[in-house]
């Protein structure tokens, strides 16, 4: 472990000696500690009283550390002795350079890092910039930081990594105002033509046989959930032809290990619902509990002889219908722009990106990818050159006829 106190401008980064010193200015009694595996007990244990996102949350962090075994880093930022701020990232390669990123990559969405909620109101810049030059001290072979698809603010909470220079995510998340109650909600977002279709559906199910929406609450239905939801995700992927990042074993088994041990809690903060119609899996969706907002971290369904009836809006009608009866404020889909949730959704959620380059090669790497930020959002936000990109992309492997959604951003 090494403790640092230093000084951060975005292009030049000084370490001080390894010692817990107070911070310059106003950030008395802050001091940064950053630690390779040793550091997760803490973090765990202040997780327990801070504030952060799904993704940020220690069952989060400790199941990805057990089952990827990543090479990570936890920095803390201390007041007086006590966590204030914490980041857990684990470093990848991306080609020759090495990079900082949340734990779990492309499956961390909605990033809100856990924080002390006293220390949020106030928000320390001082402080997060020793934190990023305390990480360049210790790992000095770090080229970027690179913290993606961050969340403005949790719950009207401002997210302090906004203060950093960042830039708008290419792709949108989009959720729904639970506000009123599920009638009320209806009666704003074509409530009787989905009231119909969803009637109109149940009876096709139960023209085949019967049907039933399923919760995992037990170690083996998770694991009959994981295991159909993994290969409607391998069919579909290989239908886009795009990479499946559901595919490594590593992250299935973190998957399987983050959704057992949620049972165990009293209300747990990771839930998987199923959709089975005569005996078999049709849909499947994953979601997280943050606070009055529930979250669908993913969500897939089967390409078979139902899935014209569109399985997954039906799951959603029964998984939404719950959580306005339950309480929850907001249900989330999540990051990406599609039909299916446009449906729905009147709240529209930009993420920010931050790069933090801590060497030249960082800084080159910082670049491009800002440009490819800026080109991804180009496509997506031009309906005819996206669905040309997806027309593209389809052909490349011999699929011509276009999926019922294609829902991977």
């Not at 803490?42 to 199941?63: D, E, H, I, T």
Request: glycine fraction near 8%; aromatic fraction near 8%; charged fraction near 25%.
């Amino acid at each position: 472990m090494v403790d640092a106190t230093a000084s951060f401008d975005g292009k030049r980064l000084a370490a001080a000696q390894a010692s817990a010193r107070a911070l310059p200015g106003n950030a008395a009694g802050l001091s940064v500690s950053v630690a390779a595996a040793e550091g997760l007990a803490s973090y765990a244990k202040f997780c327990g009283s801070a504030v952060c996102a799904p993704a940020q949350s220690a069952a989060w962090v400790l199941n990805w550390a057990a089952e990827v075994k990543p090479d990570l880093l936890i920095a803390t930022l201390e007041l007086e002795g006590k966590p204030a701020f914490a980041l857990a990232l684990e470093v990848v390669k991306r080609g020759p350079l090495r990079v900082a990123q949340f734990m779990g990559g492309r499956h961390a969405n909605g990033n809100f890092c856990a924080a002390e909620p006293q220390w949020l109101a106030s928000g320390d810049l001082t402080a997060i910039r020793t934190m990023l030059a305390a990480i360049a001290k210790f790992r000095p072979d770090i080229d970027l930081i690179a913290l993606e698809r961050v969340l403005p603010d949790l719950d009207g909470i401002a997210n302090p990594l906004a203060s950093l220079d960042h830039f708008a995510s290419p792709n949108l998340s989009l959720a729904v105002d639970l506000s009123g109650g599920f009638d009320a909600l209806l009666l704003r977002a074509s409530g009787k033509r989905k009231r119909k279709k969803h009637r109109s559906q149940m009876r096709k199910f139960e023209a085949v046989g019967s049907h039933r929406r399923i919760e995992a609450r037990s170690a083996d239905e998770v694991e009959r959930l994981l295991d159909a939801f993994f290969e409607m995700k391998e069919q579909r992927f290989r239908k886009m032809g795009i990479a499946n990042v559901f595919g490594d074993d590593r992250t299935r088994a973190f998957f399987r290990g983050l959704f057992t041990q949620a049972l165990a809690e009293d209300k747990p903060c990771f839930v998987l619902h199923g959709l089975e119609v005569a005996g078999k899996l049709r849909a499947v969706t994953g979601s997280s509990r943050s606070g009055r907002r529930l979250i669908c971290e993913f969500g897939a369904i089967a390409e078979d002889d139902l899935s014209h009836t569109s399985p997954g809006d039906f799951l959603f009608f029964d998984n939404i219908q719950e959580a306005c009866e339950t309480g929850f404020a907001v249900y989330d889909f999540s990051v990406g722009d599609e039909p299916y949730k446009r449906l729905w959704c009147d709240i529209e959620t930009q993420h920010l990106e931050v790069l933090v380059p801590l060497t030249l090669k960082g800084r080159a790497l910082a670049a491009a990818l800002r440009q490819g930020a800026r080109l991804k959002a180009f496509v997506k936000n031009s309906p005819t050159i996206w669905k040309l990109a997806k027309t593209l992309r389809r052909k490349a492997i011999g699929q011509t006829a276009p999926l019922p959604t294609e829902d991977e951003n």
